[in-house]
């Protein structure tokens, strides 16, 4: 299986990118799709995930949205008003046997992506 993440770049500080990530070689219709993130000098952490509900990083609700498309085992992140501080490398992340708890976890998802580079200007 592999993830392929598009979308990143650059924008000014209240500004919109989209995220997407296509799965090949296997789906995930049944499981999670998700994206985490990574600033420099820090963890990756978790943004969103979604599998039969949205699940959100407090810092992004409000703010970004995640959706799916199955018939094309593509996950999307629509990300509004953006902040300096979401400025990071953004992984999405796949797995097919992740329980609710730890959905926010990294270590629960099998497949990650290349990541995809977002820089938010202020």
């Known amino acids: 299986v592999q993830l392929q993440a598009f979308g990143g770049g650059w924008v000014q500080t209240g500004g919109s990118l989209r995220l997407s990530c296509a799965a090949s070689?296997?789906?995930?219709?049944?499981?999670?799709m998700g994206w985490f993130r990574q600033a420099p000098g820090k963890e990756r952490e978790f943004v969103a995930a979604y599998r039969w509900n949205e699940y959100y990083a407090d810092s992004v609700k409000g703010r970004f949205t995640i959706s799916r498309d199955n018939a094309k085992n593509t996950v999307y992140l629509q990300m509004n008003s953006l902040k300096p501080e979401d400025t990071a490398v953004y992984y999405c992340a796949a797995g097919n046997t992740i329980i609710t708890s730890t959905i926010r976890e990294k270590t629960a998802y099998g497949y990650w992506g290349q990541g995809t580079e977002v820089t938010v200007s202020s």
């Open positions: 070689g296997g789906t995930f219709r049944s499981g999670t």
